[in-house]
Protein backbone atom coordinates (compact mmCIF):
# COMPACT_ATOMS: atom_id res chain seq x y z
CA UNK A 1 0.00 0.00 0.00
CA UNK A 2 1.05 3.60 -0.52
CA UNK A 3 0.23 6.62 1.13
CA UNK A 4 -2.33 8.22 -0.91
CA UNK A 5 -1.80 11.97 -2.27
CA UNK A 6 -4.90 13.18 -2.06
CA UNK A 7 -7.19 16.31 -3.28
CA UNK A 8 -10.56 18.23 -2.52
CA UNK A 9 -13.53 19.11 -4.14
CA UNK A 10 -12.58 22.30 -4.79
CA UNK A 11 -9.10 21.94 -6.31
CA UNK A 12 -8.23 22.99 -9.99
CA UNK A 13 -7.98 20.63 -12.32
CA UNK A 14 -4.98 22.55 -13.58
CA UNK A 15 -3.26 21.60 -10.05
CA UNK A 16 -4.62 17.74 -10.00
CA UNK A 17 -2.80 18.00 -13.50
CA UNK A 18 0.20 18.56 -11.56
CA UNK A 19 0.09 16.22 -8.72
CA UNK A 20 -0.43 13.58 -11.04
CA UNK A 21 2.79 14.40 -13.41
CA UNK A 22 4.81 15.08 -9.69
CA UNK A 23 3.75 11.58 -8.82
CA UNK A 24 3.14 10.01 -11.35
CA UNK A 25 0.50 8.49 -10.42
CA UNK A 26 -3.15 8.24 -12.95
CA UNK A 27 -5.61 9.27 -10.38
CA UNK A 28 -6.00 10.61 -6.56
CA UNK A 29 -8.76 10.16 -3.85
CA UNK A 30 -10.92 13.28 -3.22
CA UNK A 31 -11.40 14.00 0.46
CA UNK A 32 -12.99 16.20 2.30
CA UNK A 33 -11.93 18.36 5.13
CA UNK A 34 -11.46 15.93 7.45
CA UNK A 35 -10.08 12.75 5.01
CA UNK A 36 -13.36 11.02 4.17
CA UNK A 37 -13.52 9.80 0.83
CA UNK A 38 -16.01 11.82 -1.71
CA UNK A 39 -14.92 10.80 -4.99
CA UNK A 40 -11.91 10.10 -7.65
CA UNK A 41 -10.35 12.17 -10.16
CA UNK A 42 -7.89 10.52 -12.96
CA UNK A 43 -6.50 12.16 -15.76
CA UNK A 44 -8.94 10.26 -18.07
CA UNK A 45 -11.49 12.40 -16.42
CA UNK A 46 -9.80 15.62 -16.54
CA UNK A 47 -8.77 14.51 -20.53
CA UNK A 48 -12.44 13.87 -21.00
CA UNK A 49 -13.91 17.24 -19.52
CA UNK A 50 -11.62 19.35 -21.77
CA UNK A 51 -13.06 17.81 -24.92
CA UNK A 52 -15.95 19.36 -26.85
CA UNK A 53 -19.43 17.32 -26.35
CA UNK A 54 -19.34 17.08 -29.74
CA UNK A 55 -15.57 15.34 -30.46
CA UNK A 56 -17.01 12.44 -27.85
CA UNK A 57 -20.29 11.87 -30.29
CA UNK A 58 -17.84 11.89 -33.41
CA UNK A 59 -16.19 8.34 -34.44
CA UNK A 60 -14.14 9.92 -37.00
CA UNK A 61 -12.90 13.69 -36.45
CA UNK A 62 -10.87 14.44 -40.29
CA UNK A 63 -13.71 17.24 -40.42
CA UNK A 64 -12.40 19.35 -36.92
CA UNK A 65 -9.92 21.36 -37.77
CA UNK A 66 -6.66 21.01 -36.26
CA UNK A 67 -6.58 24.37 -34.99
CA UNK A 68 -4.46 24.52 -31.70
CA UNK A 69 -5.82 27.74 -30.69
CA UNK A 70 -9.72 25.78 -30.13
CA UNK A 71 -7.94 23.16 -28.66
CA UNK A 72 -5.89 26.07 -25.70
CA UNK A 73 -9.48 27.80 -25.31
CA UNK A 74 -11.19 24.01 -24.23
CA UNK A 75 -8.22 23.44 -22.28
CA UNK A 76 -8.11 26.75 -20.28
CA UNK A 77 -12.01 25.80 -19.62
CA UNK A 78 -11.21 22.76 -18.18
CA UNK A 79 -8.24 23.45 -16.14
CA UNK A 80 -9.87 25.83 -13.92
CA UNK A 81 -13.33 23.75 -13.26
CA UNK A 82 -13.03 22.33 -9.53
CA UNK A 83 -12.30 18.42 -9.77
CA UNK A 84 -15.56 17.82 -8.11
CA UNK A 85 -17.16 18.43 -11.64
CA UNK A 86 -15.10 15.71 -13.19
CA UNK A 87 -14.76 13.09 -10.49
CA UNK A 88 -16.40 10.26 -10.16
CA UNK A 89 -18.13 9.19 -7.02
CA UNK A 90 -18.27 5.26 -7.29
CA UNK A 91 -14.40 4.47 -6.28
CA UNK A 92 -13.61 0.95 -5.58
CA UNK A 93 -12.26 0.60 -1.81
CA UNK A 94 -11.11 -2.23 0.69
CA UNK A 95 -11.35 -1.74 4.31
CA UNK A 96 -7.37 -1.34 6.02
CA UNK A 97 -6.83 -4.71 6.70
CA UNK A 98 -8.60 -6.92 4.64
CA UNK A 99 -6.01 -9.26 2.83
CA UNK A 100 -4.40 -8.86 -0.76
CA UNK A 101 -6.87 -11.30 -2.53
CA UNK A 102 -9.76 -8.75 -1.39
CA UNK A 103 -8.22 -6.22 -2.93
CA UNK A 104 -7.43 -8.11 -6.17
CA UNK A 105 -11.14 -9.28 -5.82
CA UNK A 106 -12.08 -5.58 -5.67
CA UNK A 107 -9.80 -4.52 -8.91
CA UNK A 108 -11.09 -7.58 -10.97
CA UNK A 109 -14.67 -7.07 -10.03
CA UNK A 110 -14.99 -3.27 -10.51
CA UNK A 111 -12.99 -3.31 -13.38
CA UNK A 112 -10.18 -0.95 -12.06
CA UNK A 113 -6.06 -1.16 -11.76
CA UNK A 114 -6.49 0.86 -8.71
CA UNK A 115 -8.29 1.01 -5.02
CA UNK A 116 -8.48 3.01 -2.30
CA UNK A 117 -7.66 1.95 1.19
CA UNK A 118 -10.23 3.78 3.85
CA UNK A 119 -10.16 3.39 7.57
CA UNK A 120 -13.74 4.28 9.25
CA UNK A 121 -14.47 5.99 5.87
CA UNK A 122 -10.83 8.17 5.97
CA UNK A 123 -8.94 7.70 3.37
CA UNK A 124 -5.48 6.03 4.45
CA UNK A 125 -3.41 4.53 1.40
CA UNK A 126 -3.93 3.07 -2.10
CA UNK A 127 -3.26 -0.06 -3.90
CA UNK A 128 -2.44 -0.67 -7.35
CA UNK A 129 -1.99 -4.22 -9.69
CA UNK A 130 1.81 -3.08 -9.44
CA UNK A 131 1.37 -2.92 -5.19
CA UNK A 132 -0.14 -6.55 -5.72
CA UNK A 133 2.11 -7.96 -7.88
CA UNK A 134 5.07 -6.89 -5.60
CA UNK A 135 3.39 -8.46 -2.62
CA UNK A 136 3.58 -11.93 -4.78
CA UNK A 137 6.87 -11.79 -5.93
CA UNK A 138 8.28 -14.23 -4.26
CA UNK A 139 5.47 -16.59 -5.50
CA UNK A 140 7.26 -19.15 -8.42
Given at each position: ??????????TPA????K??RD?????????????????????G?LM??????????MGN?SF???D??E??H??TD???????????????Q???G??E????H?????????????DG?RV??????L???????G??
Amino acid sequence: MQPAVSVTPETPAREVLKILRDNSVPGVPVVDEEGRLEGFVTDGHLMDSALPQYMKMMGNLSFVSDDADEWVHYLTDAADKPVRDVMTREVSQVPLGRSELAVAHRMVHDGVSSVVITDGGRVVGIVNRLDLYAAIEGID
